[in-house]
């Protein structure tokens, strides 16, 4: 393992106010989840944990903006934008739904949903979905911006919905994962899950690939559930509850899950990271680790973000750390994803930072509206997606 700095913070360290500030509560079993405002019960006039300042290094890699585009403010939600069909879809709080040329940054198309948006976007190329307030879904054609139908979720959705093999599979926040039929919306099927007291407020995501929904939930665990059905395929734990009360037993698997052809990667808040087989859940490695933001990979590495803003690249493989860089503490950031030769991972001021893929170093720093990057970053192949709480959606490379 090489690491970044001489004393490297413990990684299972959790009690960070950053994801206090998270945290969102279950009230009554109805799932009503209602941020904790401002976080006052969690700081005090100076902060504990203050992030650290910016790191001074010698650029070796040059990184830059192929193109930006704004497609509005996110509010007091996530929007992370998706990549199908050499396009970018990106949506915003106020209604917005775009298709962005993945190239060259050129705005194909710019509705508008009905209501405001609390997340979003899903598709497969062919079918672009968001969700608004009180579950509302809205589907769009991907290739006209036209809306095409609408349906209703039982709950408000917090996550992103995932699009593919003919489905739209949504999770809303009473921990109810239905699946509607990507033509015309009509519902093919609904699973309840139990729903823990306390949740963070970044929702787990859901992927869809071999005729499976792999859906991660509050409390820990990683589903695969048969796109034909809803059936179970098999469920692993990724962190399990601990602790005596309520906050230090939340363990919600974050993010969404990173997909591989033969595996899948999940880590969870307070609990563990870990590599699964694809077919039975198997797993292939899994160590302690606490992360609110998730996972990317690559053919050979798994990176993740944990709660105390350490960036770490473990082999895919093994789960052996190869390095990891602490250097950025407290600054709130993303799910690292690689791009090129580095490891990009954005902040709360908006910086991309870029890091070797070989040792973690810092290679290059991008700015971009100033405003933080919480939703995940996607990958087109060639650059890296990342959208700001401000609206900017900026696509980046890294020579």
């Not at 490695?285 to 960036?311: C, H, M, Q």
């Not at 001021?349 to 919480?374: K, M, P």
Request: hydrophobic share 45%; proline share 5%.
């Amino acid at each position: 393992m090489r690491s970044v700095t001489a004393a490297a913070a413990k990684a299972t360290s959790f009690a960070r106010s950053r994801s206090a500030c998270k945290l969102a509560l279950n009230v009554a079993a109805m799932a009503a989840v209602v941020a904790l405002s401002g976080c006052s019960l969690f700081s005090s006039k100076k902060d504990p944990n203050p992030p650290a300042p910016l790191v001074e290094f010698t650029q070796k890699m040059r990184a830059q903006a192929a193109w930006t585009v704004s497609v509005g403010k996110a509010g007091s939600y996530q929007f992370s934008p998706a990549f199908a069909a050499g396009s970018v879809f990106a949506a915003a709080n106020d209604g917005t739904v775009v298709r962005i040329n993945a190239q060259n940054g050129q705005t194909l198309w710019r509705s508008r949903a009905e209501g405001d948006l609390t997340a979003g976007v899903g598709s497969d190329g062919s079918t672009v979905v968001v969700v608004a307030e009180k579950g509302r879904i809205q589907a769009f054609d991907a290739a006209s911006g036209k809306p095409t139908w609408s349906a209703q979720a039982p709950s408000e959705v917090l996550s992103a919905p995932a699009v593919g093999e003919g489905l739209v599979v949504i999770r809303s926040i009473d921990n109810r994962v239905t699946a509607y039929d990507a033509d015309n919306g009509s519902q093919r099927w609904m699973v309840q899950r139990n729903v823990p007291s306390l949740t963070l407020r970044n929702a787990p995501g859901i992927v869809i690939g071999s005729q499976t929904a792999f859906v991660a939930l509050p409390g820990g665990r990683l589903s695969a559930l048969a796109l034909n059905n809803g059936g179970p395929r098999w469920e692993v734990p990724v962190g399990d509850p601990r602790g005596t009360t309520e906050l230090e037993r939340i363990s919600d698997v974050s993010g969404v899950p990173a997909l591989g052809s033969r595996d899948i990667c999940a880590v969870s808040y307070q609990g563990r990271i870990g590599c699964f087989d694809l077919l039975n859940g198997n797993v292939r490695w899994i160590k302690e680790f606490s992360s609110d933001v998730g996972v990317n990979l690559d053919d050979a590495y798994v990176y993740a973000a944990d709660v105390n803003g350490a960036v770490t690249e473990f082999a895919r493989d093994t789960g052996a750390v190869i390095w990891r860089n602490d250097r950025l503490k407290n600054r709130q950031l993303s799910s690292p994803i690689a791009v090129g030769k580095a490891v990009a991972v954005a902040d709360f001021q908006g910086y991309i930072h870029f890091l070797s893929r070989e040792d973690g170093a810092f290679v290059a720093r991008l700015a971009t509206d100033g405003s933080a990057v919480q939703a995940p970053p996607v990958s087109t192949g060639s650059s890296v997606v990342f959208q700001t709480k401000s609206g900017t959606v900026v696509s980046v490379v890294a020579e």
